[in-house]
């Protein structure tokens, strides 16, 4: 299937398993069904408008964090009622495209943007309807790049503040409060920090009751890890044994924004070798994919398994596979045990998530194709970008 895929597409290109985003999606739902629920895939992970279609289809939410997820979720079908919206820097085009659309939730996240949401809710006759995104200060074992809900990050509102900020926006007339939010970061692997998270935002929906304030709805936001090498893979069983019980007697919906455990393990960059290198004594592969295609090992020393698609008898090297990108940060894996030569095809596994959405041009070269494979079928989602592409947008000096 690979060589026909690469002979089809081309390589460098990002394929994606259109079963194993379904079934992603219906493990969250299954652990949480037994409560009024909704999952607001977290768009940023991967926004191919085939991705968002999937999961629209199968009656998703979806979290956003700018103008143009809010664009790409309408535009592949999604229920702007079951949209949230995140991000600590929302400008105001943004807000009102999404007041327009008739998004369910803005989190918000601080007083500033509680009165700048109000007043252009106010600017064109409407009721925002609002939660509070919480810091619950809670730290987590992940890159520090991607943890957020310490108070030393830019997220959130801290809890400290939070009865007050409520008691501001009950006061202002275009505002509907309706929920409680907050997200710890990413690639967390226990259900712990989210029970201790719950109990903190469920403490505060009590003190609210007691000021008259109902929230109907709290948001434990995303995070759930997958296994790229030897982290656990998220438990929803666990997760789901620890926080139902607390919404119990409650009459209050669940939220949460999984982004990388529905998408990253159903997607594999496809490479193909370029050339092997043997210098001062080590190995390099050379292949067709860099660091534009995928940053995370150069970004955060990300580990992604590299697996040939055809396995060739002989022995085995340790390799450093690197790209063709002119800087020594440009690698996708460092010794990896492996067989190859010349033209032979490699996956870059557990891709899906935070691949494709943060590839460049980097290097002037033209991102990549993306493919959905769903069975025996393979449609083409996002066409590889042509030399035309890279320079389309840009204007030369008059003569
Ligand atoms: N909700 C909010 C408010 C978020 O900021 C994020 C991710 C999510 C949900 C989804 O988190 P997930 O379930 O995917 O872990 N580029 C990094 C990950 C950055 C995550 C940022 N926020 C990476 O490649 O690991």
């Known amino acids: 299937m690979w060589n026909e ?5 081309g390589t460098p290109c990002y394929v994606y398993d259109k079963k194993l985003i379904e079934k992603n999606w219906t493990a969250f739902f299954h652990t949480f069904e037994s409560i009024p629920h909704q999952i607001c895939y977290a768009v940023k992970a991967n926004s191919n408008l085939a991705v968002l279609q999937v999961l629209a289809k199968l009656g998703s939410g979806f979290d956003i964090v700018s103008g143009g997820e809010l664009a790409r979720v309408l535009k592949a079908g999604g229920d702007p009622k079951k949209i949230v919206f995140s991000g600590v820097g929302k400008q105001d085009h943004e807000i009102l495209s999404a007041l327009k659309a008739g998004i369910g939730c803005f989190n918000v996240e601080s007083q500033f943007e509680l009165g700048q949401i109000n007043q252009l809710a106010k600017s064109v006759g409407m009721v925002a309807p609002i939660a509070l995104r919480i810091n ?20 959130g509102i801290p809890i400290e503040e939070a009865l007050f900020l409520y008691l501001y926006a009950k006061n202002l007339p275009h505002l509907s409060i309706v929920g409680i939010a ?3 970061g990413s690639q967390i692997q226990d259900a712990e920090p989210y ?8 403490g505060l929906v009590d003190e609210l009751a007691k000021k008259n304030i109902r ?12 296994k790229y090498h030897d982290e656990q893979s998220f438990d929803l069983h666990k997760l789901g044994k620890v926080i139902l019980p607390e919404f119990k007697n409650r009459n209050l919906k669940l939220l949460v924004e999984p982004g990388r455990a529905i998408v990253a393990d159903s997607g594999v960059l496809l490479t193909k070798v370029i050339s092997t290198k043997v ?3 080590k190995n390099f592969v050379i292949v ?22 055809n396995k060739r008898k002989g022995e085995e090297k340790e390799y450093d596979v690197v790209g063709p990108v002119c800087e020594t940060g440009d690698f996708l894996g460092h010794h990896r045990k492996l ?9 870059i596994m557990n891709t899906g998530a935070y691949g494709f959405v943060m590839s460049s041009n980097y290097n002037s070269r033209p991102r990549c194709a993306e493919v959905m494979v769903d069975g025996e079928k393979s449609y083409l989602v996002r066409a590889r970008e042509t030399l035309e592409n890279l320079w389309e947008n840009e204007i030369c000096l008059p003569e």
């Open 195 to 202: 029970l201790i998270a719950l109990k903190k935002l469920l």
């Open 288 to 309: 067709d994919a860099a660091m534009n295609d995928l940053i995370r090992p150069a970004l955060y020393e990300a580990y992604h398994d590299i697996v040939p698609c």
């Open 215 to 226: 929230i109907t709805q709290c948001d434990i936001g995303g995070g759930y890890s997958v």
């Open 5 to 9: 895929l690469a002979q089809q597409y």
């Open 182 to 184: 907050c997200h710890l």
């Open 136 to 155: 619950p200060d809670i730290p987590i074992k992940s890159h520090r790049y991607i943890a957020t809900g310490l108070k030393e990050n830019k997220f």
């Open 279 to 281: 210098q001062s004594g």
């Open 339 to 347: 067989c190859v030569e010349k033209n032979d095809l490699l996956m």
